[in-house]
Nanobody
Framework: QVQLVESGGGSVQSGGSLRVSCAAS????????MGWFRQALGKDREAVAA???????NYADSVKGRFTISRDNAKNTLLLQLDSTIPEDTAMYFC???????????????????WGQGTQVTVSS
């Protein structure tokens, strides 16, 4: 059973930076598609970014150029750097791992098998 635990959320002013992390219980980080998703209050969950086993990344248009997804294989950790934040980035952020995809990572929740509990990010104006 894979467990994913997010951390690093918090509050930041608009234009500021924050980094969220996701620790995995096994080495799935290096061999699978890993993704970040977010869900704002009253809205559907949406994809933010994904990274494949070769380090190739994919971003939602809303965060492209502002967020950076990366991973630390030695620490089994997935990272998301949030820069130039805006109030619309306020949401619960979830990391996810796919059991079936390791390349061509979809920006779609059904492609991901394992999910963390989320960490809250709040951006104030």
């Amino acid at each position: 059973q894979v467990q994913l635990v997010e951390s690093g959320g918090g509050s930041v002013q608009s234009g500021g930076s924050l980094r969220v992390s996701c620790a995995a219980s096994r080495g799935i980080v290096r061999n699978s598609c890993m993704g970040w998703f977010r869900q704002a209050l009253g809205k559907d969950r949406e994809a933010v970014a994904a990274i494949d086993e070769y380090g190739r990344t994919n971003y939602a248009d809303s965060v492209k150029g502002r967020f950076t997804i990366s991973r630390d294989n030695a620490k089994n950790t997935l990272l998301l750097q949030l820069d130039s934040t805006i109030p619309e980035d306020t949401a619960m952020y979830f990391c996810a791992a796919s059991r079936y995809y390791n390349i061509g990572c979809p920006l779609a929740a059904p492609a991901y098998t394992y999910w963390g509990q989320g960490t809250q990010v709040t951006v104030s104006s």
